[in-house]
């Protein structure tokens, strides 16, 4: 079993449509939560992080996380082309000071 | 403020060779992390600094693997011998808190090795 779980993809969406990105993973003793945008031949970028159940927003992302279930997710509001890339989730003991465990990543298309 | 800087953004070598990748944190982070993706398969820790002492190199494959950071500054990590399997993009990252908190990591653009 693999540690953080994604759909690899792609995903295809609408542009002005709602992106829902999934992830669940597997040690329960995971404490932080991360999403990280990849575009092609780029570094990860952070875009958001989570550390408590419940949704947590920043502008056009709402990251959702849920301990009990072990899951976690990104929505991306009003998708854009420019939201086109790899999303990948990754998780860490505590805080963001130790290794991160990531996800396959999950390819968006958001379709103009 | 620079971003991480990693050095080369590619390199091809033949198996058997030496290849020393190099990695710049941001300035004034105490934090650098080694990460691996090979393709098709998830990004890896490899392993953890903390200034110029290893935290966390359990991710480290085997001993053909050696990473240093010398005065706490930037990083290095040696294959040597590389083999085949060594192939794929090496990330490096660099935060700066130290213990407890959150904490975000800062991603360089990657080397990417070809061990032929």
């Known amino acids: 079993q693999k540690e953080v779980e994604q759909n690899s993809g792609p995903l295809s969406v609408p542009e002005g449509a709602i992106a829902s990105l999934n992830c669940t993973y597997s040690?329960?003793?995971?404490?932080?939560f991360f999403w990280y945008r990849q575009y092609s031949g780029k570094s990860p970028e952070l875009i958001m992080s989570?550390?408590?159940?419940g949704d947590k927003e920043d502008g056009r992302f709402t990251a959702q996380l849920n301990k009990a279930s072990q899951y976690v997710s990104l929505l991306i509001r009003d998708s854009q082309p420019s939201d086109s890339a790899t999303y990948l989730c990754a998780a860490g003991p505590s805080g963001g000071y130790q290794k991160v465990t990531f996800g396959i990543g999950t390819k968006l298309q958001v379709i103009p | 403020e620079a971003g991480v800087t990693q050095f080369p953004s590619h390199s091809v070598i033949e198996k058997g060779q030496t290849v020393t990748l190099r990695c710049d944190p941001i300035s004034g982070h105490d934090n650098l992390y080694w990460y691996r993706r090979v393709m098709g398969k998830e990004i890896k820790f490899l392993l953890h600094f903390v200034k110029e002492s290893k935290q966390d190199e359990s991710g480290m494959p085997n001993n053909r693997f050696l990473a240093e950071r010398t005065g706490g500054t930037y990083s290095t990590l040696k294959v040597q011998p590389a083999e085949l399997e060594d192939s794929g993009v090496y990330f490096c990252?660099?935060?700066?808190?130290?213990?407890?908190?959150?904490?975000?990591?800062?991603f360089g653009p990657g080397t990417r090795l070809t061990v032929l």
């Open positions: 990252a660099s935060s700066q808190e130290v213990g407890g908190g959150t904490d975000t990591q800062y």
């Open positions: 040690d329960r003793g995971s404490q932080s």
């Open positions: 989570i550390y408590s159940n």
